[in-house]
């Protein structure tokens, strides 16, 4: 994806929101206003708040490109995370804000200034907040902006206050009910419960997620189409922002390639990587595999045949054997549902002693990052 076209599409589509949001804010202010409502200056201020967050989004996604100096190697990418975050505090305050209007309307009650423009003007209101939110949102998840998912979900959610002024305008309008503090209450929970989950994931991303699997198997796909690699493996990716990856990865390849063509190899894999996935990868680490032997493919059966039957193991791999030392070494993956990994390297490392017991093995655990 090219980061510039990335970031000027998100940008532009915060900016937009922004507008409309101001334009919104103050129609609504001025018909409150003009007929004495509180509730619909109250959904014209709650206009400012979307506002604000898709000001932070735009600003976020702006410094996020600012080019990587001494200070910050990776870049500053991880800045887009952080103003999802503000974003979400924003709706957990807005949702908190109309909770305590709602309980005090419940409280003390006063009769609603309402007619039909009032309406209209909360109808349109209404629209565009669907609008303009559905638009960020599909936008967000098109250009891989979690900040900007987030005010589009600020825009839908905040679009419930609109709704719940035109439920209980019109019903009061009709039936002269006062429904405005009770609908407000609901919508209020709704959108505190909102925020509180934009909140946790922006936070799970900031401490860093599992793996993108799509990701791993096209960096995997990669590798491997070359002839001379038998294996890839713990492949590892760490995020500095949506678009911004570096990470490792094992390969397997036979024991008699010389290091001048594993220098060629690895140079390889590099940059047909970064090409294809814009991952950077900081590593290559080699795994060597016996050649053609009888022996050693007997032997890596009986580990295999104790590594299935292990619960919590899903695969091993790097496997050699020195015949001079009668060693062998291998790595096993281990899921993070075991709470005791290296009991389970002992238990394995036990059963391969009690059919081999002339080896010396060495067991690397690795944890299930793919």
């Not at 409280?107 to 109808?123: D, G, K, Q, R, S």
């Not at 022996?295 to 580990?303: A, G, S």
């Not at 990994?341 to 002992?346: I, K, L, M, V």
């Amino acid at each position: 994806m090219d980061e510039n076209k990335r970031r000027n599409e998100v940008v532009k589509a915060g900016t937009h929101a922004a507008i409309v949001n101001v334009l919104l804010a103050l129609l609504e202010a001025l018909e409150g206003l003009f007929v004495g409502s509180f509730a619909v200056v109250l959904d014209g201020l709650s206009h400012i708040t979307e506002a604000a967050g898709s000001v932070i989004t735009v600003l976020g996604t702006k410094y996020a490109g600012k080019q990587a100096d001494h200070k910050h190697p990776f870049g500053y990418g991880r800045i887009e995370y952080m103003s999802g975050l503000i974003v979400a505090g924003l709706v957990t305050y807005a949702g908190i804000t109309a909770l305590v209007e709602s309980v005090d309307k419940i409280l003390h009650p006063a009769e609603p200034a309402m007619h039909f423009y009032t309406l209209l003007v909360v109808v349109i209101s209404l629209v565009a907040r669907i609008f303009v939110g559905r638009h960020d949102i599909h936008t967000g998840h098109l250009y891989q902006s979690s900040a900007l998912v987030h005010a589009g979900r600020e825009e839908l959610t905040h679009s419930l206050i609109s709704l719940g002024t035109l439920i209980s305008g019109a019903v009061y309008l009709l039936f002269h009910i006062q429904l405005a503090g009770i609908v407000g209450l609901v919508i209020s929970i709704i959108i505190i419960y909102s925020g509180l989950m934009m909140l946790r994931d922006s936070v799970s991303r900031l401490l860093g997620e599992h793996l993108d699997k799509a990701l791993i198997g096209e960096i995997k796909d990669i590798i491997n189409s070359h002839e001379a690699v038998k294996g890839t493996y713990d492949v590892v990716i760490n995020n500095y922002g949506p678009v911004a990856h570096t990470g490792s990865v094992h390969i397997a390849v036979l024991d008699t390639m010389k290091a001048e063509d594993i220098d060629v190899l690895t140079r390889w894999i590099v940059r047909e990587v970064k090409q294809k996935t814009h991952v950077f990868l900081t590593g290559v680490s080699i795994y060597s595999i016996n050649t053609c032997d009888k022996e050693v493919i007997d032997l890596r059966n009986d580990v295999q045949s104790i590594i299935d039957k292990e619960p919590h193991v899903h695969d091993m791999h790097g496997f050699y054997y020195d015949k001079e030392k009668h060693s062998i070494r291998f790595d096993a993956v281990i899921d993070f549902e075991n709470n005791n990994p290296q009991e389970t390297r002992n238990t394995i490392k036990n059963k391969i002693l009690a059919m081999h017991p002339q080896l010396l093995v060495y067991i690397t655990i690795d944890p299930d990052l793919a």
